[in-house]
């Protein structure tokens, strides 16, 4: 089985900041893109940030120069820290990352749970 728990979510002041977690456990044994995407109120999931084994990134445009993702591959650890926040960042964040359980196994996309972020004074 495989985890992903995501942590740091929270009310934040508009033009705050904050840095999410999300951490890959389980039977890992190797884990090849890592994204974030967020889902508000009333609206669709969107993609904010992917990042693959190699630090390659990607950005919605909404978030460009304002969030920057960043993972720690030894422990299997994506992070999104958020500057300037606003309140439509207000939503559901998820990770999500592409992993193979074992050597012969075929890649598969595993969703966390979710933490709520919150923008308002």
């Known amino acids: 089985q495989v985890q992903l728990v995501e942590s740091g979510g929270g009310l934040v002041q508009p033009g705050g900041s904050l840095r999410l977690s999300c951490a890959a456990s389980?039977?890992?044994?190797?884990?090849?893109?890592m994204g974030w995407y967020r889902q508000a109120p009333g609206k669709q999931r969107e993609l904010v940030a992917t990042?693959?084994?190699?630090?390659?990134?990607n950005y919605a445009d909404s978030v460009k120069g304002r969030f920057t993702i960043s993972r720690d591959n030894a422990k299997n650890t994506v992070y999104l820290q958020m500057n300037s926040l606003e309140p439509e960042d207000t939503a559901v964040y998820y990770c999500?990352?592409?992993?193979?359980?074992?050597?012969?196994?075929?890649?598969?996309?595993?969703w966390g749970k979710g933490t709520l972020v919150t923008v308002s004074s």
């Open positions: 990042i693959t084994t190699g630090g390659s990134t």
């Open positions: 389980g039977t890992i044994f190797s884990i090849n893109a």
């Open positions: 999500n990352a592409v992993i193979k359980q074992y050597g012969t196994s075929p890649l598969r996309l595993y």
